[in-house]
């Protein structure tokens, strides 16, 4: 991964769209960049129709004098490619380019990212737009990082029209070599789908019943490939032209929104792994699902320093309800970023809007000015990261792996499944969740990847698996690691076809185990399960007939349909341990379960650390960071394992480390 071109401290600023502002305004704006301390701000991403106000003429005048005006001021430039809003020129001349949906309903302008990506108008439009930005500014000085486009796949991730259609065809036949191949991927055997040319198949509309699952899923990864040759080509325009600038775009890592995009092969593709991140305030605890969306994303850069490009100051204004953050939470938001690898934090916005869809969306510098809390925290924030300067180019440490798959992701959002309850995600979300509250430090990684470094690897409903995925996790177990799977993994290669044989397909072997059949529970159900010392746990969801052979039940059904049948087993296998959960525990269940195996993976617990306390460390050249974000509303003390100095007070910490609550702690050990 590249760092922006010429930025020695950490990223701090925001989305700043100042053509929403007059001119005056610019010179306020940058006094207070300055008095805040931001170092960077992203620029240009909604500006084609001020760019290029009308086809092939360009008035970038404007542009040039904001750029001059950052850099006199210090500030680097994150220049966008404006890609995601082709003017309203554009659509009157080429209609075909706005997106057309399953239903065959064309998009219209007059929002933003209405993008067909397969439109060849649009192709050369785009092209043509960053080449001349990339002529214009490659040797500009405040030029840092090139951001292209904006959030690919949001809110269209796939179009459903003719051109797409012809689009993939050709996918196709590149993909999969021959229709015989498609037919055979397809299963088209089934309810007389089989194609008999090429131009009889179309993108996966609307049909009368359930469609072919191995088409939806085909077309899941065509509109995801489609759109990863619209970046490259942007990309490599910007390459070729200004050498020497890393080009990024902002994914949305974790998420439900961004998850048509596959970003471990997304991740390969930019200079720098960028994430936005917004919480979803839905009672639940946000940081949690934060940790995640940093572990994901830290994970698709290869461990390396990643930047979190968006968050938000306060509140959004996009959920059903908007509330605004506490007192202290935009810092704990911040440094947990950074704590997970993020060298910076940025936000969505800079000022506030007071036009459009995002007038009530929080900023830097807010509606209510700069004699705001807001305002106030911004500068602090901004204090802070300056102080955190040594922990740029560091690494996070983790302690496990999680397996995630967006192939699968996409796999088990189809139809006509054993129980519409089964949810890949929320599984996903309760072992991370258990994980965290251990204070373990998770890496995400994909389930062909070497895991030999990890003690122990959970894998949470991953229900499709290549063979060789599963050859992976066996090998892994064999060589000594310790595996944690969940119920519905391993079922499906990556057609949506069934393994051969006895479920789990792919994983059975590893478990040591088969299961003859589901056994769904109905939507009140729930069973009890006994376990080790007679403790005894419920669950809900999922039960099924799991037949040992080879595993040993650690947990038994105690009522249920599966009663008296193994619930939680365990398999000793070559140097190492694999187990099955078998049902839909809940994060504080699983926890059980993942003492158990941490145990096994010699994972000591993580003792001298409250609840609610979040503990991650980064390391580096520059030394060891050991980051502490009181979550609780108590004053808090962690335990440190060496003493140091505590970077945001300047003060000495030795033996506990006092982090009051609501506040954030980083040492730099000795
Ligand atoms: C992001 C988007 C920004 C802004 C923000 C508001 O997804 O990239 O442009 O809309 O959401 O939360």
Known sequence: MSAPKGLTRLAFGGDYNPEQWPEEVWQEDVRLMREAGVTMVSVGIFSWALLEPEPGSYDFDWLDRLLDLLHENGVRADLATPTVAPPAWFYRAHPDALPVTADGVRHAFGSRGAICHSSPAYRRAAAAITEQLARRYADHPALALWHVHNEYGVPVSACYCANCAAHFRRWLRATHGSLDAVNEAWGTAFWGQRYGDFEEIEPPRTTPTVRNPAQLLDYARFAD?????NFRMERDILHRLAPGIPVTTNFMTALTQGDSVDYWAWGREVDLVTNDHYLITDGRRTEVNLAMAADLTRSVAGGAPWLLLEHSTSGVNWQPRNPAKEPGQMARNSLAHVARGSDGAMFFQWRQSRRGAEKFHSAMVPHAGTDSRVWREVVQLGADLEALAPVRG????ADAAVLWDWASWWAQRLEWRPTEDHDARERADSFYKSLYDRH???????????????????????YLMTEAAGRNLRSYVENGGTLVVSYFSGIVDEHDAVHPGPYPGALRDVLGLTVEEFSPLLSSERVRITGPGGAELSADVWTEFVVERGAEAVWTYADGPAAGRPAVTRHRLGQGTAWYVSTRLGARELDLILAAAGEDAGIAPRTGIPYGVEVVSREGDTGSYLFAINHTADDAKVALGAPGTELLTGERATGHLAVPAGAVRVVHLD
């Open 394 to 397: 560091t690494r996070t440490v």
């Open 225 to 229: 490939a489609t759109m990863l040759e």
């Open 440 to 462: 373990l430090t998770v890496d995400f990684a994909h389930p062909a990847a070497d895991l030999s470094g990890y003690p122990l690897v959970v894998v949470p409903a991953l």
